[in-house]
């Protein structure tokens, strides 16, 4: 009875949301109707209230959708059987496809004040949750699966992209289509956007079932890195359509090989010079500590905007900036700083993220759409089959070389988790449909991909992790002595492969680790913070504040801590005495 009665005030609460959406955006389009004949009305009396909410309309409906998304997840959290059942991108994606049938069928407002724009996404929405992804990336494991990630990002990606449009344009010729004809480069072009794996919709759902971090990093590592390739695939072909058929040989489509280097070190070289900047720039901040989050957060979108500008990755340069700033800037700026950096980051990508999601199912309900079923059937088919192939095919490659090879449950969750979202929706957007005739027909079609491996695949990904038992990410707490058997084994295999004469991964890291301690370090941070090893120190301060906020909490664990150190002190001293002084004091006997 209480879990129904609490349901409903959910409800009623998400009702009274939309509908001060409603009155406001009906408010707006009235204050609008008092310009008549160009020229607004004169009033012969001094007006002591005036509303002019025109002045505010754009800041204050942008306010309202932050509000209403951020009630929407604090009343579905309430509810812990629905998001028990349902990933919350759903969710969002339903109170999205929700107010925009009201929208949509109140005529309130135009369909482009509230369909998702592609500028919006990329320039807005989607840095922060990606450089919040790369700042607390864990690096070591994306550096230990760098060899899988790479094989899935760019080789899996071409087989899917190449496959995918041959798939689509090969049905052109028969009559599932309903007559509707696909040019073969137009095929291409849908297949370079829709083929690749989304990294907001990849942490929205394996954040949630807390698979282990193997699976996850190899996964995300590919959403994230596969952005090169889908970027200059996407570009390559979007040009070859409007070129003619003559001029697409061999020297352009070498070019456009060229420009897969140039787009992704480009991105890589763009996100390391801005994380030098940040980490340089925060070694003089010691006095002007309230600037260093303020520093950090403009340089890293800085590294964004400037690799867009440069046509490079955007992503990958927002998302190295982060990985490299995080190994140096926590030993230059003050406790304050870092913990505001860390709830900043984790705000920001939580809020861009609920607005993506409800911003995919307002943009469902539009008139740029051209449903065709048998292409977005074959769509569907063909992005589920050659997923699975692709991650059969190459998994097995990279488990020649790799240490712990990938089980086939693995590549079960690796294929069940190629899960598209909002990129694909907002690539398929900016296509130019005097170029691309079928641009309707393809913005449909990814639109259901979305939703399908969002609400079918993202739903039931945590039954089959559970059904199979794959192991679950572990929350360990940091100690000394597993950061000391680590370096130690480091050192022991370094020294291994160095008199077996081997180059290995081992004796890379162990030379890469030297140069950073002696050149880059030096470089970046203060010098009171130099050591032998930052790592062990941050460690150690880490679990000395761990102890310490135990301790504040529960003041019972600071009492038996002092026992424990009279015992200690106690039996040090009994080691310390003779043995005639011990068998005075009785404690031992004759």
Not at 7 to 24: D, G, M, P, S, W
Not at 73 to 79: A, D, M, P
Not at 190 to 208: G, H, K, M, Y
Not at 450 to 471: A, N
Request: proline share 3%.
């Amino acid at each position: 009875m209480a879990l129904s009665s609490l349901n409903l005030r959910n409800i009623k609460a998400i009702y009274y949301a939309i509908l001060c959406v409603y009155l406001i955006t009906k408010r707006v389009y009235s204050a609008t109707e008092e310009v008549v004949g160009g020229e607004e009305k004169i009033s012969d009396t001094f007006q002591v209230v005036k509303f002019n909410f025109e002045h505010v309309s754009d800041v204050y409906a942008i306010t309202l959708w932050i509000l209403l998304g951020s009630l929407a997840k604090v009343g579905f959290h309430l509810s812990h059987k629905l998001t028990e059942k349902f990933p919350e991108s759903c969710l969002l994606i339903i109170l999205g496809l929700v107010v925009g049938t009201l929208l949509y069928a109140t005529k309130l407002a135009e369909q482009k004040a509230y369909v998702l724009n592609s500028d919006t996404f990329f320039l807005f929405l989607l840095p922060p949750i990606i450089f919040e992804a790369g700042y607390f990336l864990p690096n070591r494991p994306f550096f230990d699966n760098i060899g899988t990630i790479l094989v899935f990002a760019i080789a899996n990606t071409f087989f899917n992209t190449i496959m995918i449009g041959l798939t689509l344009w090969g049905f052109s010729f028969t009559p599932i289509y309903g007559g509707t004809q696909f040019e073969m480069l137009h095929c291409f072009v849908f297949s370079a956007l829709i083929s690749a794996v989304d990294p907001v919709a990849v942490l929205a759902t394996f954040v949630e079932i807390h698979v282990n971090d193997m699976l996850y990093i190899v996964v995300f590592g590919e959403s994230l890195l596969n952005d090169a390739v889908s970027v200059v695939l996407y570009r390559m072909f979007d040009s070859f359509a409007d070129m003619a058929p003559e001029s697409i040989n061999a020297l352009n489509i070498t070019l456009g090989g060229v420009s897969f280097i140039y787009v992704a070190f480009g991105g890589v070289l763009t996100g390391l010079i801005f994380g030098i900047l940040a980490c340089f720039t925060t070694k003089f901040t010691e006095h002007t500590p309230v600037l260093e989050p303020l520093i950090i957060l403009t340089y890293s979108y800085l590294s964004y905007l400037t690799a867009e500008m440069f046509s490079t990755s955007g992503i990958l340069a927002i998302t190295f900036c982060g990985m490299f700033m995080k190994q140096y800037i926590e030993f230059n700026i003050s406790k304050k700083s870092n913990a505001t950096i860390e709830y900043v980051l984790k705000m920001l990508a939580s809020i861009m993220e609920t607005i993506i999601f409800m911003f995919m199912g307002l943009s469902t309900i539009s008139d740029h759409h051209s449903w065709n079923t048998g292409f977005v059937c074959i769509t569907l088919i063909s992005c589920s089959f050659y997923r699975i192939m692709g991650v059969l095919i190459f998994a097995n490659i990279a488990n020649r070389w790799r240490l712990l090879e990938l089980k086939l449950t693995d590549m079960l969750i690796m294929s069940y988790g190629g899960i598209r979202g909002a990129v694909a929706f907002a690539l398929a957007l900016i296509l130019d449909e005097s170029k691309i005739p079928r641009k309707k027909e393809f913005v449909t079609a990814t639109i259901a991909v979305v939703f399908f491996t969002v609400f079918i695949q993202g739903t039931t990904i945590g039954p089959i992790v559970k059904y199979f038992k794959i192991k679950r990410k572990e929350i360990e707490e940091p100690t000394m002595s597993a950061k000391l058997t680590n370096r130690l084994i480091d050192h022991i295999m370094s020294c291994l492969e160095d008199i077996a004469g081997v180059n290995g991964k081992h004796s890379l890291r162990d030379k890469i680790r030297n140069f950073d301690r002696f050149y880059i370090k030096p470089f970046l941070l203060r010098e009171k913070f130099l050591s032998r090893d930052e790592k062990l120190l941050s460690t150690f301060k880490k679990i000395t504040e761990s102890n310490f906020n135990k301790m504040a909490e529960n003041p019972e664990l600071l009492f038996q801590s002092t026992q424990s150190m009279v015992q200690l002190n106690q039996f040090v001293n009994n080691r310390n005495m003779s043995s005639g002084n011990l068998i005075s004091n009785g404690l031992v006997k004759k």
